[in-house]
């Protein structure tokens, strides 16, 4: 199978370099204040490991500007091209952070070249998820963040309604649930998912926790500060919430944590601080160097 080209995204990314100003210095927007809202989420991870090393995933920058914000001391920035990232640091926005240009896909760097990994709403950007996920195993010694869109193994009543909703009010056509204006497939993280490729190399454990978030993009360009913006969001997220927790209607998004390492107590009991619930994986009794192995070929048993 040919890799994916990922050039349209790179052309696409680059194209808007000089928008890359008013990421930084244009915080008081909804639209920041929702980005910020999906990063809180690394409190407790950062709190409970002052000194880590970070890399984030797909980011313009502001991912790793705002690990900054949260007392992270060591972080580099990667996205697919480098060249918005480079203009954010030329401007003094990314100071005392490394830009680097990474396909998630296949990172070019060593085995546990930092403490943790974090992919904020990039994930579902990827051709081939699964092996950036791998990537991410190999790269964090302790762990990576995922930040993004839900799937759930079982529809519910309102999701239908919530699609619709959606369509009609961003003005955008139905197959908008399934692929985004940038040309991307919108991979949905699941729980499954997860459990199933950390059970197939033994990961310990991960965390997860569910969200909503409320996005029109008219209602992103309002001041935070800004009543009517204020009652919006707060009808609009506590409606998804009120209905997520009677089960009539999915959560949007989700935040998992994927353990890399048994060393990682303090993260566990972080996260469960904070309600995150915790998922244990199981150990493969089989794994054991001196367990006797069935050969798939003629079922004898053997010692690989």
């Known amino acids: 199978m040919k890799s994916p080209d ?3 995204e790179i052309s696409l990314a680059e194209s808007a370099v000089d928008s890359i100003h008013d990421l930084f210095t244009h915080r008081e927007t909804v639209d920041a204040w929702l980005h910020e809202r999906m990063l809180q989420f690394l409190c407790p991870i950062a709190a409970a490991y002052p000194n880590a090393s970070w890399l984030t995933i797909g ?7 705002m690990l900054r914000q949260y007392g992270a001391k060591a972080v580099t920035a990667s996205s697919i091209s480098d060249v918005r990232l480079k203009k954010a640091a030329d401007l003094g926005h990314l100071n005392g952070i490394e830009v680097r240009a990474l396909n998630a896909e296949h990172l070019d760097l060593p085995d546990d070249s930092f403490d943790f990994v974090l992919c904020c709403q990039a994930y579902h950007h990827v ?6 996920f791998y990537e991410f195993v190999r790269v964090a010694r302790f762990g990576f963040i995922l930040v993004e869109p839900i799937e759930l193994p079982v529809t519910r009543p309102l999701d239908v309604v919530r699609r619709l909703a959606k369509t009609l009010l961003r003005g955008s056509p139905p197959e908008s649930d399934l692929f985004e204006p940038a040309g991307n497939f919108i991979y949905r993280l699941s729980e499954r998912d997860i ?5 197939a190399v033994q990961l310990p454990w991960f965390a997860i926790k569910t969200f909503n978030n409320f996005y029109l993009p008219w209602l992103a360009e309002q001041h935070r500060e800004s009543l009517l913006a204020q009652l919006i969001l707060k009808l609009g997220i506590g409606a998804q919430d009120a209905l997520s927790s009677c089960r009539l209607m999915s959560p949007g998004l989700c935040v998992g944590f994927v353990a890399t390492s048994l060393d990682t107590m303090s993260a566990r009991d972080a996260l469960q601080a ?5 998922v244990s ?3 493969n009794p089989y794994a054991a160097d001196d367990h006797p ?6 079922g004898v048993g053997c010692a690989y």
């Open 6 to 8: 990922y050039h349209p």
């Open 59 to 65: 980011d313009e920058g502001t991912d790793g500007w």
């Open 127 to 132: 051709r081939r998820p699964p092996l950036a």
């Open 195 to 199: 459990f199933r490729m950390a059970a």
């Open 274 to 278: 904070d309600r995150f619930r915790i």
């Open 281 to 283: 994986i199981p150990r």
């Open 293 to 298: 192995r069935i050969d798939p070929q003629n």
